[in-house]
């Protein structure tokens, strides 16, 4: 598909298990984005990938969290030792990246994390 | 520290009226103000965006109205319908960084 594809959409796990996320860009959109929809809580952002650059990983909670981009396209956030306060929904979004006269970004759906 | 302030939480408002959404920001080296807009159970998806050189922009029935001095911009939904009962989102981009930071959202219902 041309938009941006994340899996898996819905997640149920234990607390104490490892997850990952997947998220599949826009193909040609050098940058890449992570956020975290939590209910009444607008959407947080986690990690930025921008091409070859160091990820800016000043948004990721803690560090149970962490991201990867492989070959500057797909990337997996994963998730150690989940707790109950990571259930949100995880935010994919891709863009031209830097220097692009807009800045949008595509979202995918998300995947909804449930941690028990 | 909230970078986007963004009101009311809620909005619920009557077919046909006209929906008001604010935010307010603080950093004064954000170049871009975008709007999104989220459907239930979809990611955000570009709406309407303004630079901060112009105090306007309309795109149909929906007007971003900017205020650089006051550092505030708001959405005007005009003539509302039930289809554009979603969740808004404001955003700034600038100040070194290619992110969008996000306002809370706001739940937008239009009553038929």
């Known amino acids: 598909g041309a938009g941006v594809s994340q899996s898996p959409s819905n997640k149920v796990t234990e607390k104490g298990k490892d997850v990952e996320l997947r998220c599949d860009p826009i193909?040609?959109?050098?940058?890449l984005y992570w956020y975290r929809q939590s209910l009444g809580q607008g959407l947080e952002f986690l990690i930025y990938?921008?091409?070859?650059?160091?990820?800016?990983k000043s948004g990721l909670p803690s560090d149970r969290f962490s991201a990867e981009r492989t070959g500057g396209s797909v990337s997996t956030l994963t998730i150690q030792r989940t707790q109950q306060e990571d259930s949100a929904v995880y935010l994919c979004?891709?863009?031209?990246?830097?220097?692009?006269?807009?800045?949008?970004?595509?979202f995918g759906e998300g995947s909804r994390l449930t941690v028990l | 520290q909230q970078q986007v302030k963004q009101s009311p939480q809620s909005l619920i408002v009557q077919k046909g009226g006209i929906s008001i959404i604010n935010c307010a920001y603080e950093?004064?080296?954000?170049?871009?103000f975008p709007w999104y807009q989220q459907f239930p159970g979809k990611g955000p998806a570009l709406l309407i965006a303004?630079?901060?050189?112009?105090s306007e922009k309309k795109e149909g029935r929906f007007t971003i109205s900017f205020n650089k001095s006051a550092k505030q911009f708001s959405l005007h939904i005009m003539d509302s319908q039930p289809g554009d009962s979603a969740t808004y989102f404001c955003?700034?981009?600038?100040?070194?960084?290619?992110?969008?930071?996000f306002g809370k959202g706001t739940h937008l219902i239009i009553q038929p």
């Open positions: 979004a891709s863009s031209l990246g830097r220097g692009a006269n807009t800045g949008e970004l595509f």
């Open positions: 193909s040609g959109h050098t940058a």
């Open positions: 990938f921008q091409g070859n650059s160091a990820p800016d």
């Open positions: 950093n004064t080296a954000f170049d871009y």
């Open positions: 303004i630079r901060p050189d112009v």
């Open positions: 955003a700034a981009r600038g100040g070194g960084a290619d992110g969008l930071t």
